[in-house]
């Protein structure tokens, strides 16, 4: 089915290859605005040192990597990561906050995650919003979501392979301490979630993967899953079970193939079960 | 295999435009390749002259931070110097309420004149903020590319009239990319709610400046952001505020346009069967709103049947609220005289439930960006579990179980039928 898949994939690949050259390459050609504003797309290229104002301009930040950026207290900081399915992907921020001789009071601080069609995520564990005292030099935030999967129906909400925004924001703040400098960094991780939530189905395309990098393992999270050993195991176990079945019904000492010396009988003297 | 799956994308991108056959009436394609525009306001009112930045006046303090970041503008960017205040040292304030003068003209900065031009200021006159916005607007001309102005002052307007915050909000109305950054050199009420009004009604920033390396960082910071590259100019639309039957149809591409209070705005798309709709609305808070607020988009069929929403509701301070959604058409069959099967028209409808105060304009309304993707769709589930595989302890009991059944009845036949073909 899959190879199916790939080879029609393939062709249509080379048709449309042939068909519009230009089309095809300059969807390798065109420079993705915002992996090149951090620097390229390769993991050794330098962390951005600079966040985006909105979605539009979002940085791009890969899996693992950490991007910071100094901002005034008030600012709303965009960045955007990759997530592929399979995928349990965790953001955390650490804020800086200004001198705390500046500060007026208590300062709420939220990270908020979006995915690539900027529809809000729920965060499924960490703390994505903190209040920091007054005299708090530093405040760190995180939000887990939900394990990417790999299809969703059109109505649920569910994360799907593609980008993810975050958006770093101070949520309440005394009006006086609004403008003031403040520094963040950022980094989102992933980890796999396990052949529990591998599921079925396909995307036809990431959602908005245009400025982001692919994920390791692929948007869609490759074709290995602990299914196919619980699955292969499954049927070798009832195989053997199928051989051990069959064989309780034979005679005991036929069971394990050892004949009885049956030149040592006289012919028409069998053993009681020889008629079968 | 990296590399095949983007081939494979690409040339799915390459068919689907291929299907999609001549663009449709409205496709965000003119590329900003236009140079960004920054204009630098400094304010060089009366007050610039007191000291209070790292023992510095305040205008020392800005001419040092504009030194550095000429210096460091980058090549592509082209900056202008915007003064007011620094002709009129009277009292009439008709006069006073005009005094704001292009100091350097916005085009690539020779940085020699550029610094020139600052090193003989002197603090002198009025704050005419509103007056200086409006012209360094028209400094910045409109070719479509990002502008940009950053404003640095000390103090609120003196003039009243007009008032600068409805200024920066009508001039960002106008759907000319513009942004204003502010910078506060003076931390009282008045002027950083006046200086945080601005910011919020363009969606640029605030920031108090308490030292001059600050300054120079800040400014640095804004100028080199006109440069970043986005991802795709918007293009404003007008989208029907009654019904989807006249709405605009766009392509896919990022959108403006301006929704008030309770307004619902419609548009269209055509989607080719095979393919997938994607829509995301942004509705920007750009002025001081009630706290609680939502937004909805709202796919619906020609008929008037809902066929997918996406919706979120806040509260409390944000710049903006985001929703979104995805449809996809299934794959139709050719007609049967061999042509393409029709394109679906979907409509999408867009409606916020934000509210403000009494003394809030409700005139433009709020900033609202739709962002529209049509991709190829195999939106199938074959199975919920991976390639329909199984997983777990049960699953192994099962197959085991049916193992061992197969087997004996397996052999209970066999040992059956021996016995028949002896007997016969």
Redesign the interface.
Known sequence: MRTTRVLGAALLAASALLLTPAAASADDATPTPSASASGGGSSESAAPTEAGTGFRTATAIQQGQKASATASTGDYLYWQFPAGAGQRATAKATVTLPEAKLRHGAATWQLDVFDGLRRRQACASGESTKRASETATTVTLTCTLRPVRQWAERWSNDPLPGAYYLRLTVADVPDQDLGLAARAEVEATAESAGGAHDGGGELGAPLHAQSVTEPEDGWTGGWFSDRWAWTLGGGALAALLGVGGYTLTRHPRRRWGARPPAAAQPPGQGYPDQRY | ??I????????????A??AAGAPPALAADEAAEKAPKVELVLDVSGSMNARDIDGQSRMDAAKQAFGEVIDATPEVVQLGIRTLGSEYPGEDKVIGCRDSKQLYPVGQVDRVTAKASVAHLKPTGWTPIGYALRAADKDLGNDGGTRRIVLITDGEDSCGKPDPCDVARELAAEGTHLTVDTL?LA?D?KT??Q??CIAEAT?G????V?HTD?LS??IK?LV??AA?????P?RAVQGATGQCTNAPVLGAG?FTDREKFAEHRWYRVKVNPGQ?L?????VSADRAVNPDYGVRLRAVSEKGQEL?R?S?AGS??T??L???????VAKQDKKSDGSRPDPETVCLEVANSFSAPDSVKREPGLPV?L?V?L??????????????????WV??G???????????????L??WR??VW?AN
Request: proline share 4%; no cysteine.
């Open positions: 295999m990296i095949t799956r983007r081939l494979v994308a690409g040339a799915f991108a390459a068919l435009t291929l506060g931390h009420d950083r709610r200086l945080s969606g920033t605030y920031t108090s308490q600050q960082g800040r910071q080199k952001r970043d590259p986005v991802e795709a918007p990022i997938e994607r829509a995301a609305v942004s997918v996406g979120d409390g301070r710049d903006v985001s929703t979104g959604l995805r449809y996809p960006e962002a993707d991709v190829k769709a195999p939106d199938n589930a074959s199975d919920v579990a991976a390639f329909g595989l199984g997983r777990g699953l192994l099962v197959l085991g179980g049916v193992g061992l059944l197969a087997g004996l009845i397996w052999g209970w066999a040992r021996v016995a002896r």
